[in-house]
């Protein structure tokens, strides 16, 4: 790995922004195990920046603020059973976007929207088509 990438990151890194990033953070947690990295918070509660780790990956999150305000995001999360971390996100307090069902590219796939309205799209790669 190169220098210039931290120790446990790849070249790219999701960073989502929304309200609510420590609801986002525990249903993280929940859903897909996510370890808890690091946690930054300013003297309001407010998190300025927050890393976690979900399998071999990092996502970096924060709270909106006036400087960078919220967005959502679409984020794609291989997985080794997509019925039973669709089953886990939805338990965790995720809003489902579609069922697990088998796509025409080779892929299980469910969809679920987390608590500050990101979507994750949760598969497991099926073989090729």
Known sequence: MSSYIPEGF???TPYLIGQGADKLIAFLQQAFDAVLVARFADEDGKVRHAQVQIG?????????SETYSSMRSGIHLYV????ASYARAIAAGG???YEPAD???G???AGVQDPCGNHWYIATHLGEK
């Open 107 to 109: 892929e299980r796939s």
């Open 10 to 12: 790849h070249t790219v």
């Open 56 to 64: 071999n990956s990092m996502v970096e999150m924060s709270d909106g």
């Open 103 to 105: 796509m025409h590219y």
């Open 80 to 83: 080794a059973d997509t019925d």
């Open 95 to 97: 809003i489902s976007l």
